[in-house]
């Protein structure tokens, strides 16, 4: 993201950005990854600031733009939620850097909890969550995981899911962050009585080619457009693209589809590092 010299950082945004108790502010920060901002509560989603995937993998895991976040600058916010351990979304240099903060707690699932401990993370900061459980993190603060198919179920020997889907509550706004998933009917049944305000759903998608690379794939646009058309979510957002080209897909079917199939649903498109503010 290229940024003039007199744009404020993200962080400056959060920390001048007032709000009601009806209305959240969401900055994004490439793929999955969200700053909520309710009150005066801060919450990171899945982010992947460094570019840890490239430095594993190499080539072509480049990131197409450069984070419009910085680890170091994350100190000071509340809560870290992950959906999953793949790199780009359990980010280890990420996580760490932020691990430094004496305030900050990370809520993962379950599963990776020994994970967490690995990599440093104090035992007193982290909060594991799996299907079904709802963890209330402050007054008018929750969160709800469900289990997600990142192509599939998959549970570790004591049954806990390794992929989940959260529906955070700041106070009556309803945020759902589907993490990694495909659309399925379980989730739809799950979601649609919790009256979801803001969705957002991954759109990259599946195929066989990528399949064999070894990417594990996600709903596509139309399957995420018909999942938040069917829960009911006042604006749905897309999310997981434009950061690999390799495993991408073009917003702008999204956009498309939605426009011949819920001309009526509001969407929202982000950039990176773009401030929303949603309003109930």
């Not at 994004?28 to 989603?45: D, P, Y």
């Not at 903060?101 to 990599?119: C, D, Y």
């Not at 992929?163 to 799950?190: C, N, P, Q, R």
């Not at 457009?225 to 702008?252: K, S």
């Amino acid at each position: 993201m290229i940024r003039t010299p007199h744009e404020p950082s993200i962080i400056d945004q959060m920390h001048n950005t007032s709000l009601p108790g009806h209305a959240i502010a969401l900055w994004s920060l490439g793929q999955e990854g969200f700053l909520v901002k309710w009150k005066e509560t801060t919450v990171l989603f899945d982010p992947y600031l460094s570019n840890w995937v490239f430095e594993l993998a190499g080539a072509p895991w480049q990131r197409a733009f450069e984070s419009p976040l910085r680890p170091s600058e994350c100190l000071d916010v509340d809560y870290v939620v992950c959906s999953h351990h793949h790199e780009d979304h359990m980010d280890k240099l990420t996580l760490q850097a932020i691990g430094q903060s004496a305030k900050t707690r990370f809520v993962v699932p379950r599963a990776h909890l020994g994970l967490m401990k690995e990599w440093g993370i104090e035992e007193s900061r982290l909060i594991g969550i799996s299907h079904g459980e709802k963890l209330t993190l402050g007054d008018g603060l929750s969160l709800e995981a469900h289990a997600a198919k990142h192509e599939e179920f998959e549970t570790d020997e004591a049954g806990e899911h390794f992929y989940l889907s959260y529906v955070a509550s700041f106070g009556d706004v309803k945020m759902l962050h589907a993490g990694d998933t495909i659309g399925f009917a379980e989730l739809e049944d799950w979601l649609k009585p919790q009256a979801i305000d803001v969705a957002l759903l991954p759109i990259n998608g599946r195929d066989y080619v990528r399949q064999r690379q070894g990417i594990i794939g996600n709903m596509n646009y139309r399957e995420a457009a018909d999942l938040g058309a069917a829960i009911g979510a006042r604006l749905i957002v897309p999310m997981h693209y434009g950061l690999f080209a390799h495993n991408d897909e073009n917003p702008a079917f999204f956009v498309d589809y939605m426009y011949k199939r819920y001309p009526y649903q509001s969407m929202h498109l982000f950039a990176p590092g773009e401030r929303f503010i949603y309003m109930k």
